[in-house]
């Protein structure tokens, strides 16, 4: 019989439970006990979910209180120095100071002890491979020391099968585990702990099998990369000291191909291998003919990372394919862990029917891959032959809709020309224009656009959505926001203002609201990292731009004062990414249509007298292929993108742009490319690391390397930010640095904003004292 199976579940919950409880908790207004409550009652929930939908066997692991990988450093026991509990046992305390870093000595006291008990960095933080997930970067030292210091795991498996679940617990495997970290203090090869690893890997195993565990699921999508030799070799000597545990092992691989590893893979003394075939389907063909019949093949057909339903008569084609060679050993499940997806489409009740039957979430998905288990098992039963013809309907509907195409969005995409995409003049003559112009100081001082969302903001939003209150009486709400926001910033001493975003839900989501092309949910959240949610919108068909999305708002700042303002827009590359895709029209294509609405925008903005644009890209290393071979393709039409969207404007408007938490170096000559004026990045939790790729590649144009972490609660001093700045000037000419936090502010309090702001800007001000 095939089997069917989860990689992993969404953890967040229908109403966004989990998200809800860690922010009571962070508050103080619900205790651990309570937080641990909310926790079983989601496991049980999800576990219950999967088993309805038809699913064989159920994921015990793929919990986190923040991030897998976070839960996976506790329980390697790898924990820096700085939040190491004087007790030797983490806590959950330990977990979210580890996460988020420290608020206060109090706070640090109580999960730290007295001798740690100072404002401590976060963790670095991260995206998990191409998605727009986060995980939370593991520590190593060259003298690590691993120990099984975390009972999460165990305790999990107790809970399922006290429930009556058949489980397969999910560990991230030991070499992604080491790849997924860096290397602290002395310099030294991370692939050297392996040894010291293992056996704890060892010892977890045994405890499984000793809880009745038969299979457990070892993640290893760096089988996905490409991997220097010692790496590859290092599988071989893992896997072979782990083939001696006493229970099955699925190694699983996702988001990419197995490629030049593919030998690699199926050679591994493991008893399964899970392999992505939504994004690699021509690996079939060498998987069949290489992996072992005697070993599983599990095979990911139903897509984890986006909103479409199924064509279950291909995905069964390919599965019928493997069945003939696999037979019994041929496993069905989806792409990848379901995290990805949002949880139940079935509480969409105000989707269009056409629409909503084109889609399928988390537990929808369980369905497909249970459906398509049956198929093999039972093929021509009453409901395989229903769910098929109820697919072939749903194809068929979506193939010819008329609401997809649109002509005039083709015409305006087959009349652009390379000149659309070329600012006037090269950076060294616009720059001099836009100093002129905008006489701002050294070290100008700005932030990243928005502001706190405060239960006030929310709640006037909701109410207007609701028809409680009226467009006047929004619009009235949301510029008292703003004038809040403008005088404030003005008080601080800022050099660059923003509007603060008051009036905006989501940085993609409220411009996909006014393009003509995209669908929206009202429940399809998916989790970034810790208790921060996105719902990101749906394109369904052709984009465009019906009318001016920002104008109204910014122009009505820039009113308030004579400071220089910026409008703030989302660039076409991070709309795409962080929006569920079409799978019919290629990315490329979907990004230039973006742009073209994009560029609509800055243009407007311009005409209403913004002297600064800045365009947020903070996806663009995320929409990197895993592969580097598909590199150059990927970056070509990206860059493009971006210069189509912001070439259209003089020499004198300055074009900003945002990224965050990225790895810049493999493209850092493709961020120049982009030929932005200024850019603003991460590099606070690297503690400056990230410059190292704009002083190597001498990076043509400002940078505003971010000072202060937005994801942490605690209020960095001055002299941290400026010491921060003085590492930022050895790599990079002052006269091209700007100050400002390392990303929006949306998600902080009023009161640890204006602290970090003051502090902020008092570091800008010795900086043009001691360096200017």
């Excluded at 960095?121 to 998990?128: D, G, H, I, P």
């Excluded at 493997?322 to 509480?347: E, I, K, M, T, Y």
């Excluded at 005088?487 to 203002?497: I, N």
Aim: proline residues 5%.
């Amino acid at each position: 019989m095939a089997l069917s199976h989860s990689l992993g579940f969404p953890r967040i919950g229908r109403d966004r439970e989990l998200k809800k409880a860690l922010e009571a908790y962070w508050q103080g207004e619900l205790d651990e006990s309570g937080l641990r409550a909310v926790g079983r009652e989601l496991r049980a929930a999800h576990w219950q979910l999967q088993k309805d939908a038809g699913l064989d066997l159920l994921p015990v692991g793929d919990f986190a209180w923040y991030d897998q990988v976070l839960g996976h450093s506790l329980t390697f026991g790898v924990i820096p120095q700085r939040f190491r509990p004087d007790t030797g046992t983490p806590t959950l305390q330990t977990l979210f100071a580890m996460a988020r870093g420290g608020a206060d000595a109090q706070t640090h006291e109580q999960c730290c002890g007295a001798a740690h008990a100072q404002p401590q960095v976060a963790e670095e933080l991260t995206k998990w491979f191409d998605t727009n997930y986060h995980y939370l970067v593991p520590e190593f030292t060259a003298d690590q020391r691993f120990q099984l210091s975390w009972e999460q795991l165990f305790e999990e498996v107790d809970e399922a099968h006290a429930l009556g679940h058949k489980v397969k617990p999910v560990l991230i495997g030991p070499l992604t585990f080491l790849w997924l970290g860096k290397a602290k203090g002395e310099a030294f090869d991370k692939l050297e702990l392996l040894e010291r690893l293992l056996p704890i890997y060892g010892e977890i195993l045994g405890r499984l099998a000793a809880q009745g565990v038969e299979w457990v699921q070892i993640d290893e999508p760096i089988l996905g990369l490409d991997l220097p030799q010692d790496w590859k070799n290092a599988f071989e000597r893992a896997y072979h000291l782990l083939q001696h545990a006493p229970l099955k092992k699925l190694v699983a691989s996702y988001f990419s191909g197995l490629e030049d590893n593919l030998g690699l893979a199926v050679c591994l003394p493991v008893d399964g291998l899970h392999v992505d075939l939504v994004r690699a389907p021509e690996q079939l063909p060498l998987l069949l003919d290489r992996l072992p019949s005697y070993k599983v093949l599990s095979l990911g057909v139903v897509n984890g990372r986006n909103v479409w339903r199924c064509d279950l008569d291909q995905a069964l084609g390919q599965l019928q394919q493997a069945q003939v060679r696999f037979g019994d050993n041929l496993w069905v499940a989806g792409s990848c862990s379901l995290l990805h997806s949002p949880v139940d489409l079935a509480r969409e009740e105000q989707l269009d029917n056409e629409l909503k039957g084109w889609l399928a979430f988390a537990v929808q998905k369980c369905a497909e891959i249970a459906t398509l288990s049956m198929a093999l098992n039972d093929p021509q039963s009453a409901p395989v032959q229903a769910a098929l013809a109820e697919s072939r309907a749903v194809q068929a509907s979506r193939a010819s809709s008329p609401r997809i195409h649109k002509a005039a969005v083709q015409a305006r995409l087959n009349a652009i020309i390379p000149a659309d995409s070329q600012r006037l003049s090269p950076f060294a003559e616009r720059i001099e224009k836009q100093r002129a112009r905008l006489q701002l100081p050294a070290f100008p001082t700005t932030t990243i656009g928005s502001f706190p969302q405060t239960p006030a903001i929310r709640q006037a939003r909701q109410a207007f959505r609701q028809g409680r209150l009226s467009q006047a009486q929004y619009t009235e709400a949301m510029q008292a926001e703003i004038r809040h926001a403008v005088t404030l910033q003005e008080q601080l001493g800022l050099d660059v203002l923003v509007h603060g975003e008051a009036e905006r839900n989501d940085m993609v989501e409220y411009f996909a609201e006014q393009l003509d092309g995209y669908a929206f949910t009202r429940f399809g959240w998916v989790q970034s990292y810790g208790s921060r949610c996105v719902k990101p919108a749906i394109i369904y068909g052709d984009l465009s731009r019906p009318q001016p999305m920002t104008v109204a708002w910014t122009r009505y700042a820039q009113g308030l004062t004579q400071t220089v303002m910026k409008g703030m827009l989302t660039g076409p590359v991070t709309m795409l990414m962080w929006s569920f895709p079409r799978e019919d029209l290629s990315r490329e294509l979907q990004a230039r249509q973006l742009a073209l609405a994009i560029r609509d925008e800055v243009q407007d903005l311009e005409a209403a007298g913004i002297q600064i644009v800045q365009i947020d890209e903070a996806a663009f290393r995320e929409g990197l292929p895993l592969r580097q071979a598909q590199w150059a393709a990927y970056l070509d039409w990206a860059t493009e993108a971006f210069r189509l969207c912001a070439s259209g404007v003089r020499d004198e408007t300055q074009i900003h742009t945002h990224m965050c938490y990225s790895e810049f170096n493999d493209v850092i000559e493709s961020i120049a490319a982009m030929d932005a004026d200024v850019i603003t990045i991460e590099t606070s939790r690297s503690d400056m690391q990230l410059l190292q790729a704009f002083e190597a590649f001498d990076y043509p144009s400002d940078i505003g390397p971010g000072v202060y972490d937005i994801h942490s609660p605690r209020v960095p001093e001055t002299q941290e930010m400026v010491a921060l700045m003085r590492k930022a000037a050895r790599r990079i000419p002052a006269e091209r640095l700007w100050v400002n936090p390392d990303c929006g502010l949306k998600t902080r309090a009023w009161r640890e904003t204006e602290a970090a702001l003051v502090n902020m800007v008092a570091a800008a001000r010795q900086l043009r004292r001691e360096l200017a």
